[in-house]
């Protein structure tokens, strides 16, 4: 997979900024705040219809304007594809492939496949549950965009059920009783559906992720992962009838694949509390170069690599390692510094105030 060509009109601080790009390692490069990470923010937005920073709308397009542009040329096992998207302020999103509108954010997916890792990839690791859940939904869109539907309508059914739950005031009045009963049934079905993706997944991540690990860590660490769901194995819809009452003075869902957990490991101890920083950033290596290997494998085809300023938060073991164990494939790093040694990079780009000033 090849991102070939770029052209981005007030995204961020970028004006107007068209870019040519090859295979290999591209670095990015400029002082902070001149709009490298804006680059690869582009990018990374139109393989999943979001901001990895997870930056609204309004925070893409450039101060004054009211819309953003993307377009992006994408090479993919000898197909190219023209990727189109006009972020509006306040408005709906224009996207088209290959000159043809889409109405749906999903028709958008599978087109272009992107890992990215960044400095607060930590949150991975040292962060609550929502992150972990994030990055195991995030790849089962990337392996099978029809899964964004399955979260989309997860999302759906949990507000309607939210709602009814704080309008009903506590009270389990017969025609709440029997709107619950409804919305229990749909969240029992979309929610063991998701569980069940999310643990396959797991457990296809998890040797690659260990293997990677010994890898990172010279043999020194051993990995252990467990996705720890909200309800028992009764199934969830048994579980959200007994959680009913306490559901009903919250207020909110107490149970379902949007409370549980993935518990990450070390050595038998819990990553989060127990392994050092050192630990901790090799851990969040591994597990996106893990599911970096996972797609590209169930894909065919290799995602671009996006490499936001990591290297200054590894040191010169951890940046060789990272970058002996990434496939040959398009990657794109930012830096405002010099690059560790054992980052080869075929070409450099210099950025200065949201342009394209050499390379």
Request: glycine residues 10%.
């Amino acid at each position: 997979m090849l991102v070939q060509r770029l052209w981005l009109t007030d995204f961020r601080n970028h004006r107007s900024t068209t870019l040519d790009l090859s295979r290999g390692v591209t670095a990015v490069i400029g002082d902070n705040g001149q709009g490298k990470t804006n680059l690869l923010e582009a990018i990374a937005w139109m393989s999943r219809g979001t901001s990895f920073r997870g930056a609204p709308v309004e925070a893409l397009v450039r101060d004054g304007v009211a819309a953003a542009v993307i377009r992006l040329e994408v090479e993919k096992q000898g197909r190219t594809t023209l990727l189109e998207a006009e972020l509006v302020v306040g408005g709906r999103n224009r996207l088209q492939v290959n000159g043809n509108r889409i109405r749906r954010q999903r028709d958008l997916l599978g087109h272009l496949h992107t890992t990215v890792f960044a400095p607060d990839d930590l949150v991975l690791v040292k962060g609550g549950p929502a992150a972990r859940r994030g990055y195991l939904d995030d790849l089962l869109v990337d392996l099978h965009p029809g899964n964004h539907v399955l979260q989309a309508d997860l999302d759906r059914i949990l507000r309607q059920r939210n709602s009814l739950l704080r309008q009903a005031g506590g009270r389990a009045a017969p025609d709440v009783v029997a709107s619950l009963d409804v919305w229990d049934a749909k969240l029992g079905e979309v929610g063991e559906a998701l569980a069940l993706a999310r643990c396959d997944l797991l457990d296809e991540i998890m040797p690659i992720a260990g293997s990677l690990l010994e890898s990172l860590t010279g043999g020194g660490s051993t990995i252990q992962m467990a996705y720890v769901r909200t309800w028992a194995d009764g199934g969830l819809t048994t579980a959200l009838a007994e959680a009913r009452s306490d559901d009903l003075r919250r207020g909110t869902s107490t149970v379902g694949p949007h409370r549980d957990e993935v518990r990450l490991h070390i050595d038998g101890l819990p990553a989060r509390s127990h392994a050092s920083q050192g630990e901790q950033r090799s851990l969040v290596i591994a597990l996106r170069l893990a599911g970096h290997r996972v797609v590209a494998a169930r894909t065919g085809s290799d995602p671009v690599v996006l490499l936001d300023d990591v290297f200054s938060e590894l040191d010169r073991r951890r940046s060789a390692s990272l970058m002996s164990l990434l496939s040959a494939t398009q990657t794109l790093v930012t830096t405002a510094a010099d690059l560790p040694e054992s980052v080869v990079t075929d070409r450099f780009i210099r950025i200065h105030d949201g342009a394209v000033v050499s390379g």
